[in-house]
């Protein structure tokens, strides 16, 4: 049974930084794209960032400058670097990643931006 787990969600600050990371676990033969999306109430869900297994990334014009997105292959997990954060940027976090040719999504994590 794949399944990815997400960490470091919480409250911060106008302008700080916050982490996120996902865990891929399971039985795995390869990971394919992985990446970030974030889900407002009301809103359509958003693409915030992307990786390809060779490094390739893509960022919403939102993050872009803001946010870095990277992965380690060794330990099937990806990450989100949020700096300057913005009270637009909260949202349910949610990671997702293609393994074996199938997508798969995380159960999500709350990032509040707020003072």
């Known amino acids: 049974q794949v399944q990815l787990v997400e960490s470091g969600g919480g409250l911060v600050q106008p302008g700080g930084s916050l982490r996120l990371a996902c865990a891929a676990s399971g039985s795995i033969f390869s990971i394919g794209a992985m990446g970030w999306s974030r889900q407002t109430p009301g809103i359509e869900r958003e693409l915030v960032a992307q990786?390809?297994?060779?490094?390739?990334?893509h960022y919403a014009d939102s993050v872009k400058g803001r946010f870095t997105i990277s992965r380690d292959n060794a330990k099937n997990t990806v990450y989100l670097q949020m700096n300057s954060v913005k009270a637009e940027d909260t949202a349910v976090y949610y990671c997702y990643a293609n393994i074996d040719l199938k997508p798969y999504w995380g159960q999500g994590t709350q990032v509040t931006v707020s003072s």
């Open positions: 990786i390809t297994n060779a490094g390739t990334t």
